[in-house]
């Protein structure tokens, strides 16, 4: 059974930092096949893209809202992805899932075939 599980989800003000993280797991999910992604959805809104990076790592994408505050990264060996969060503002309050597509430009269309289950990001003003 292939899993996506996040984690370091929590409050925290305005202006501040936190690093978001997502195991994947599963005996035939080939991490490093797959362009990785952070979505999140916040109270009465759709599900939109933040970042992407391809399977390689050498790439990636983000939103306008995010570019130059957030940093995704991930580590293969570990089948980990991460999103470094910097200067955050309320508007980033939201659920944020990790997901994993076929490519990075696939992804960032919202085309996944593994969904998280999300963690929560509550920024204080």
């Known amino acids: 059974q292939v899993q996506l599980v996040e984690s370091g989800g929590g409050l925290v003000q305005a202006g501040g930092s936190l690093k978001l993280s997502c195991a994947a797991s599963g005996r035939t999910f080939s991490f490093s096949n797959y362009a990785m992604g952070w979505f999140r959805q916040a109270p009465g809104k759709e599900r939109e893209f933040v970042a992407v990076?391809?399977?390689?790592?050498?790439?990636?994408s983000y939103a306008d809202s995010v570019k130059g505050r957030f940093t995704i990264s991930r580590d293969n060996a570990k089948k980990m992805v991460y999103l470094q969060m910097n200067s955050l503002k309320a508007e980033d309050t939201a659920v944020y899932y990790c997901?994993?597509?076929?490519?990075?430009?696939?992804?960032?269309?919202?085309?996944?075939?593994?969904w998280g289950q999300g963690t929560q990001l509550t920024v204080s003003s």
């Open positions: 997901a994993a597509g076929p490519s990075g430009p696939s992804v960032r269309r919202g085309t996944v075939n593994i």
């Open positions: 990076i391809t399977w390689s790592g050498t790439s990636t």
